[in-house]
């Protein structure tokens, strides 16, 4: 790794640290939340809802990976303002958004699995995930991990906070369980409005031929990312 964009050798140390934080805290959170919904859902219905979304996290991965990997190892040398960074996410997510939407509705039918309430909040947790994946990398490319942090820890504690709150709701089962991983996830994108939207550094490059440039290093390795997922299931 370069640690150019670190600084130094001591920051580079302390920023992996940091990013370390944000893996660990999600997956104690993750193991509290299994006990939590097996609690209110019982064994067969948190399988069911498993399954379903394994689906949607390879369809995230094969739809987002690409992008999130080529923006980590390219967006610092880069050196982008922030305007054409936001035309770049929104090419992303309005890609993300027609190729998911299709890939989820066939597979779903063909494996006939969910109901159609169902796949369309596949769909909004697949949307939601894409989102807040990209911008934790492209704040991860900016060094920014203590908003790293805080946008995984809201998403941890949000999707489970939300989804017990639709339990009693809308009833204990599967949609109430995505809806629930939808809105945790899009709440987990607030941590990043500074980056996004605060931030007025301006420039006028040509976006498309950086967006091409990911795409173009990114997409093997997307397929290498969801294959994994797919395999290790």
């Known amino acids: 790794m370069n640690t150019e964009a670190y600084g130094s050798t001591s920051n580079l140390f302390r920023y992996t640290f940091h990013y370390g934080i944000a893996k660990v805290i999600p997956g104690l959170l993750g193991l509290i939340s299994i006990v939590v919904y097996i609690r209110f ?4 219905e948190f399988g069911r809802y498993t399954t379903i979304f394994i689906a949607v996290n390879v369809c995230t991965a094969f739809i987002g990976g690409w992008f999130n990997v080529s923006i980590v190892r390219f967006l610092f040398g880069w050196q982008l303002g922030i305007n054409t960074i936001r035309k770049i996410l929104i090419a992303f997510i309005c890609l993300g958004s027609i190729v998911s939407v299709i890939a989820l509705f066939i597979y779903f039918k063909i494996a006939s699995i969910a109901s159609l309430t169902e796949i369309v909040l596949c769909w909004l947790v697949t949307i939601t995930s894409l989102i807040q994946g990209a911008v934790a990398c492209i704040a991860q490319a900016r060094i920014r991990p203590i908003q790293v942090i805080l946008s ?3 998403k941890s504690v949000g999707i489970i906070a939300i989804s017990v709150s ?9 949609a109430s369980l995505l809806a629930g991983t939808a809105f945790g996830t899009l709440l987990s994108v607030y941590p990043f409005k500074k980056l996004l939207v605060n931030e007025s550094q301006s420039d006028d490059k040509p976006w498309a031929s950086y967006f091409f440039s990911l795409w173009k290093y990114g997409w093997p390795l997307s397929i290498w990312v969801a294959s994994q997922l797919a395999f290790q299931w």
């Open 166 to 174: 639709f339990f009693y709701i809308w009833g204990a089962n599967t």
């Open 41 to 44: 859902l019982g064994a067969a």
């Open 152 to 154: 995984e820890t809201v």
